[in-house]
């Protein structure tokens, strides 16, 4: 089956521990995004990727950091520095040449105390 | 402005009814849009893709108005199982700019 796989579906972590989500796609698809939900609010872009070993900063990559070494995989490290990150994180992927429609995996609830 | 707004709700019909949601964006550039929906604390997921003036599939309806920078959702014959909320989405340069959703709730 191809699709997007997330894991964990629920992390917890204390405080000031750095913490990293997976994110893998078998679609063959160029590009891969993050996007963090909160409560009753819509997504907010973190990081993309459009081609690997490439990455931009979305509008609120502060406290986040990425990497793409491999087509298939775009993990997503919440550092401590990351203010508030107990959120609902998002992990999307398109292939450019359909417009960039994005297709999205289950997602991880990350909860910090 | 925010560059895609949406009313946030909810909108709440019986089941059978005909019930539309406006989704008003600022960039005239973009070239595509999309309509999410999205079950409480799940992912979303596709539900219709935008590129020229709208788009149908079975009972759900999208119209891009690009003079007066909306796009719709017509959703008639309203399902229970239609409740869930409704992002829609613009392209940027390879990206989405999402709205914050529209949520339905469909009543028996």
């Known amino acids: 089956d191809g699709g997007i796989t997330q894991s964990p579906k629920y992390l917890f972590r204390k405080e000031g521990q750095n913490v990293t989500l997976s994110c893998e796609q078998n679609?063959?698809?160029?590009?891969m995004y993050w996007y963090r939900q909160d409560p009753g609010q819509g997504l907010r872009l973190i990081y993309y990727?459009?081609?690997?070993?490439?990455?931009q900063k979305g509008d609120i990559a502060e406290g986040y950091s990425v990497s793409r070494e491999k087509k298939e995989s775009f993990p997503l490290t919440v550092t401590s520095a990351q203010k508030n990150p107990t959120a609902f994180y998002l992990c999307?992927?398109?292939?450019?040449?359909?417009?960039?429609?994005?297709?999205f995996g289950p997602g991880t609830r990350l909860t910090v105390t | 402005r925010k560059e895609v707004e949406q009313d946030p709700g909810p909108f709440n019909v019986p089941e059978g009814a005909t019930v539309a949601f406006n989704c008003t964006y600022s960039?005239?550039?973009?070239?595509?849009f999309f309509w999410y929906r999205q079950d409480c604390r799940k992912e979303p997921k596709l539900l219709m893709s935008?590129?020229?003036s709208g788009n149908e599939d079975g009972r759900f309806t999208a119209q891009l108005n690009r003079a007066s920078q909306y796009i719709s959702l017509l959703i008639r014959d309203s399902k229970l199982s239609d409740s869930a909320t409704y992002l829609c989405?613009?392209?940027?340069?390879?990206?989405?700019?999402f709205g914050q959703g529209t949520t339905l709730q469909v009543k028996p």
């Open positions: 999307a992927s398109s292939d450019r040449g359909r417009f960039y429609e994005q297709y």
């Open positions: 960039n005239s550039a973009s070239q595509s």
């Open positions: 935008v590129y020229s």
């Open positions: 989405a613009r392209s940027n340069t390879g990206k989405l700019i």
């Open positions: 990727s459009q081609i690997v070993n490439d990455f």
């Open positions: 679609l063959n698809h160029d590009a």
